[in-house]
């Protein structure tokens, strides 16, 4: 079925950077949005990025922007988010999701597939 | 930035029972971009309701979304122990998402 699996978390010092992946399957790729969201542990969820279908146009949460970086490869079905300058308040869990379907033309927006997550600490 | 606050922040019911979770935003929201998800312990979250009322694949009829410009709830019947979980509502507004910070449902 529909699938996605994040991959790249790990443990990286303050100021550090970090790749997470995602790796999409049994859909086309090209006709979604995809948003990466994250979980801090214990709390609730907040939403990180997304990246337009073609990857023309990103948008990010007030809280990584100027940090991180999301991109994608259509070709691989591949989702990426570059962090940088990482920051203890960035440990969590980061989720990547299925996000608005231009092929369709919906006027709905939200998220309908979701990965397991992969986790990231930040810590000295 | 619209802010959305849950209501209850813990629900307690025994099973069979019903239950309404509330959603309020700090401004309208379109009906078309308010969703809720399900999150069990350790798992990635689930899509119950999208455009504010409609259910998502899978997602049984005891499940059911209603309300519109500030206010949206969502309503369970029939309460199963596997019910429980936190719900997150959502929205989607000026390119960007917002996240209730959640209602925990035990099932007593």
């Known amino acids: 079925q529909v699938q996605l699996v994040e991959s790249g978390g790990g443990l990286v010092k303050p100021g550090g950077s970090l790749r997470l992946s995602c790796a999409a399957s049994r859909f086309t790729f090209s006709d979604y949005y995809m948003s990466w969201i994250r979980q801090a542990p214990g709390k609730g969820l907040e939403w990180v990025s997304f990246?337009?279908?073609?990857?023309?146009?990103?948008n990010y949460a007030d809280s990584v922007k100027g940090r991180f970086t999301v991109s994608r490869d259509n070709t691989n079905n591949l989702l990426y988010l570059q962090m940088n300058s990482l920051r203890a308040e960035d440990t969590a869990v980061y989720y990547c999701?299925?996000?608005?379907?231009?092929?369709?033309?919906?006027?709905?927006?939200?998220?309908?597939?979701w990965g397991r997550g992969t986790t990231v600490t930040v810590s000295s | 930035e619209i802010v959305l606050t849950q209501s209850p922040g813990t629900l307690s019911l025994s099973p069979g029972e019903g239950a309404t979770l509330s959603c309020r935003a700090s401004q309208s929201v379109s009906t078309r971009y308010l969703a809720w998800y399900q999150q069990q312990p350790g798992q990635a979250p689930r899509l119950l309701i999208y455009g504010a009322s409609r259910r998502a694949t899978g997602i049984p009829d005891r499940f059911s979304g209603s309300g519109s410009g500030t206010d949206f709830s969502l309503t369970i019947n029939r309460l199963e122990p596997e019910d429980s979980a936190v719900y997150y509502c959502q929205q989607y507004g000026g390119s960007s998402y917002t996240f209730g910070q959640g209602t925990k449902l035990e099932i007593k």
């Open positions: 990246i337009s279908s073609s990857g023309g146009y990103t």
């Open positions: 999701a299925r996000d608005y379907d231009v092929l369709t033309g919906s006027i709905y927006y939200y998220m309908d597939v």
